[in-house]
């Protein structure tokens, strides 16, 4: 059973626009929320990560939107750039767990220059 | 510096084989973790380390599946009597130390992974 769902699968956008990617949540234990991104042929990396105590996080282009009552978050990519032509997934995990984490099942994003 | 290694890259085997997927570390992280990656999928958990400790194997979908870390470095997943549904990308990860109170001083690196197709 997917823990965190992922929308939407891909999506393309054009250089200079926004990319924004949403994932939900049920399980209320979950108390860390990265987003990864992968290249083709490569793992995952980490892109920006985000504690529930924050409503929003923001790291260069790259924003994260919290939304605690909802359950809900949300990538932000600003003026995206063909080089962040990727795919990216969300993830959960719960303090003492060992941080292991439960992924969303990914976006694909294009961006047309 | 060098970063999470995984061996082979490509495993093909055929149905009811045993194969071992290998992982090396990030050198000095105490944690290391094993995920399998099904086609337009996110990673799936399958089990985690402390050192040479097992902490949590509840991602193991059957007793075919076991891993080890007997040195508290290098690990081994190996899966027994393979079945095609086994196919997949087994990735694998390190942190520094999963122990501590903060997720976000903890970040996760993926190797490459290990495509493995069973016939």
């Known amino acids: 059973q997917q823990q965190v769902k992922q929308s939407p699968q891909s999506l393309i956008v054009q250089k200079g626009g926004i990319s924004i990617i949403n994932c939900a949540y049920e399980?209320?234990?979950?108390?860390?929320f990265p987003w990864y991104q992968q290249f083709p042929g490569k793992g995952p990396a980490l892109l920006i990560a985000?504690?529930?105590?924050?409503s929003e996080k923001k790291e260069g282009r790259f924003t994260i939107s919290f939304n605690k009552s909802a359950k809900q978050f949300s990538l932000h990519i600003m003026d995206s750039q063909p080089g962040d032509s990727a795919t990216y997934f969300c993830?959960?995990?719960?303090?003492?767990?060992?941080?292991?984490?439960?992924f969303g099942a990914g976006t694909t994003v294009t961006v047309r220059a | 510096g060098a970063g999470v290694s995984q061996s082979p890259r490509y495993k093909v085997t055929k149905r009811g084989q045993d194969v071992a997927l290998r992982c090396d570390p990030i050198?000095?992280?105490?944690?290391l973790y094993w995920y399998r990656q099904a086609l337009g999928q996110g990673p799936e958990f399958l089990t985690y380390?402390?050192?040479?400790?097992?902490?949590?194997k509840s991602g193991l979908p059957n007793d075919r599946f076991s891993a080890e870390r007997p040195e508290g470095s290098i690990s081994t997943l190996t899966i027994q009597r393979t079945e095609q549904r086994d196919s997949a990308m087994y990735r694998c990860?390190?942190?520094?130390?999963?122990?501590?109170?903060?997720?976000?001083?903890?970040?996760?690196?993926f190797g490459p992974g290990t495509r493995l197709t069973v016939l």
């Open positions: 380390f402390n050192y040479e400790a097992q902490q949590d």
């Open positions: 985000i504690r529930p105590d924050v």
């Open positions: 993830a959960a995990s719960i303090s003492g767990s060992g941080y292991k984490l439960s």
């Open positions: 050198s000095g992280h105490v944690s």
């Open positions: 399980n209320t234990a979950f108390d860390y």
């Open positions: 990860a390190s942190s520094l130390d999963s122990t501590g109170p903060d997720p976000l001083t903890d970040t996760q690196y």
